[in-house]
């Protein structure tokens, strides 16, 4: 027996070792063809022929001039520069154009900041943060450039604590008349702060500080125009000398509200009962935000599908007398509400038009209709929230698991924007569909196919087992689950760990969440994705999407002038909490959130 077994240990090690031999053989072989094929690496060259041989030709800067005094400066366009190619092209092909340069063509404190940002967009955040704080500013300009920096990355990680005491620092760089930092800024910053983040900083903030000022007129802010008034009336002066309040604050304290709203919304046909919903949400809204019946405004309602048209149903409000309209509920109808030329008083649409649907960083122009604003339920906000959560952990290669169905295209298409505005490019992307078993997409888009099928080629090669199990590609680092339904969630979720990528962190839209005490949720757990916080009041029985859409409208009316001037939080609401983007979009940050135990908990 033990001579048997002796010569299986002596066959094994034999074809263990003619395994290696014969890997290495197969890399040799790889390698000399892949060297016959590749072009050699770029020589050293003078800055002429980097410029007019680069796809982006190195900026002329002032380092060109003979003068020790400029030498070691950082230069602000060679970062700029190097920046636009990692945004173009990756950074690892950045990476190659910097290291293309002569050396001395550029300062070494600038080569440095580069290779900061350069790791930075890798994902190796640590030695990032590290190779940053070596370099010292020479002078005002380099230490604002800094501190921009060190700023931009605070955001990123969703710091916005951090971030805003940077951006008061800067502000007062310039004696608080910076080009482009103002205390909108900071105070802009501070409102994208978790509430009890915020209340951590003040408990140990030095109440008489300027800091402290800012930190307690934020937390004012979140409380009501009476708490900001109150704060006033207890400061003989504003923080940093602050000549007025950020952010448009006194534009809203100063604002009478609309004397008569009239509501736009399907109140008959199939869409009666969405159409209902919202309404109570917007009765109860005003109730909450008025409470003063002498100023509370009339409320009129405009059946939209009677009406027929948008514009139809608007041009009736104009006769009743409105002087404010909240709706239509329908992208058809607020699409041709936008299409009208002039709007003679405000809208609150509670949807986005086709047009409003472009990503949010698109060049395309404003809406010529300066007086609508919309607010949606538009699930591309949470992918966009979902790119962020993933970079601000250091991710940097997802895969996307998408249905392939327009609402997962559009999924797709807002994650992918946002992750590319980050500096990111998606590494796979499966897309489930009827025609393909989910198990076979997410095989093939691991690679565990294609690992199996070289184990078995290696088996029928030698005509023995190999002791080895098949493996999923190793270039993802996270996976982003971009599914409609809850149902589907718990069906991919298994298959990932059957295919290696249990461990992998998984991010995933409100749609995964069905409120359950039960067992169910157990499926999902570690999948972090986001929620409105009106879905964690279980306590409310008329906590409907649309219902709390409706609250939250009528609340923004108050804060509808404010948002002219304001490029930040208007709004903690029920739905998310509430900014404008530049073409008259709300958008909702919503509150992130991971199943642990098949119950959700903050994170």
Not at 263 to 270: A, F, T
Not at 522 to 528: A, P, S, V
Request: hydrophobic share 40%.
């Amino acid at each position: 027996m033990t001579s048997n077994y002796l010569a299986n240990a002596m066959h094994n090690r034999t074809f263990h070792l003619a395994m290696h031999r014969s890997s290495w053989l197969i890399v040799m072989g790889v390698m000399m063809f892949l060297s016959s094929c590749a072009t050699s690496p770029p020589s050293a060259t003078t800055p002429k022929s980097v410029q007019s041989n680069s796809a982006f030709p190195v900026p002329v800067t002032e380092i060109d001039k003979d003068s020790s005094s400029t030498i070691d400066l950082i230069e602000p366009r060679i970062v700029e520069w190097n920046k636009a190619i990692a945004k173009e092209r990756g950074w690892l092909y950045a990476l190659s154009e910097l290291d293309a340069i002569e050396p001395g063509y550029i300062s070494a404190r600038t080569e440095l900041l580069i290779r900061s940002q350069l790791l930075w967009l890798k994902g190796e955040v640590t030695q990032s943060n590290q190779i940053l704080n070596q370099i010292t500013p020479k002078n005002q300009r380099e230490q604002d450039l800094l501190l921009k920096e060190r700023q931009r990355r605070f955001i990123e990680t969703g710091k916005f604590v951090e971030a805003a005491r940077i951006a008061l620092d800067r502000a007062s760089l310039y004696d608080n008349e910076h080009p482009s930092v103002t205390h909108s800024t900071v105070f802009d910053l501070l409102s994208r702060a978790t509430t009890q983040r915020l209340a951590s900083e003040l408990r140990r903030t030095e109440p008489k500080s300027d800091w402290h000022g800012w930190l307690s007129l934020n937390k004012a802010y979140r409380a009501g125009r009476l708490e900001v008034l109150a704060w006033l009336a207890n400061r003989p002066r504003l923080p940093s000398y602050a000549l007025e309040l950020p952010s448009g604050l006194q534009t809203w304290l100063e604002n009478d509200p609309p004397s008569r709203i009239a509501v736009l919304l399907p109140l008959s046909g199939r869409l009666k009962s969405a159409g209902q919903n919202a309404l109570d949400g917007i009765a109860e809204g005003l109730f909450a935000t008025f409470r003063d019946p002498a100023i509370r405004p009339e409320l009129v309602t405009i059946d939209t599908e009677a009406a027929v048209t948008g514009a139809a149903a608007y041009a009736q409000a104009l006769e009743m007398g409105a002087d404010f309209v909240i709706g239509p509920l329908t992208k058809e109808r607020v699409s041709e509400l936008q299409a009208k030329d002039q709007l003679p008083i405000p809208v609150l649409a509670l949807n986005r038009s086709s047009q409003s649907l472009l990503p949010n960083n698109s060049e395309s122009p404003t809406p010529a209709n300066t007086e609508i604003l919309s607010l949606s339920l538009a699930p591309e906000d949470e992918a966009e929230q979902l790119a962020h959560l993933a970079w601000a952990e250091g991710l940097r290669r997802p895969m996307l698991i998408a249905s392939d169905t327009a609402w997962g295209e559009r999924m797709r298409a807002a994650f992918s924007d946002a992750w590319r505005q980050l500096g990111g490019f998606v590494r796979e992307t499966a897309l489930l569909s009827e025609g393909e078993s989910d198990n076979k997409t997410i095989a093939n888009a691991l690679a565990t196919l294609a690992s199996e099928e070289r184990i078995r080629e290696v088996e029928r090669a030698f005509e023995a087992p190999v002791d080895t199990q098949a493996r999923r590609r190793d270039d993802l680092d996270s996976v982003v689950m971009l599914v409609p339904t809850p149902q589907m969630a718990r069906e991919i979720r298994p298959l990932l760990r059957f295919h290696y990528a249990g461990k992998l962190p998984v991010f995933a839209p409100s749609a995964v969440f069905q409120p359950d005490d039960g067992i169910t949720n157990r499926d999902l757990n570690g999948i972090k994705f986001v929620v409105t916080p009106s879905a964690l009041m279980t306590s409310n029985p008329n906590n409907t999407p649309l219902h709390s859409l409706g609250v939250d409208a009528a609340a923004l009316v108050d804060h509808y002038r404010q948002a002219n001037e304001s490029q930040g939080t208007l709004l903690f609401g029920y739905v998310g909490n509430l900014r404008v983007d530049m073409r008259g979009n709300v958008r909702r940050s919503l509150q992130p959130v991971v199943f642990s135990r098949g119950r959700v908990r903050p994170f």
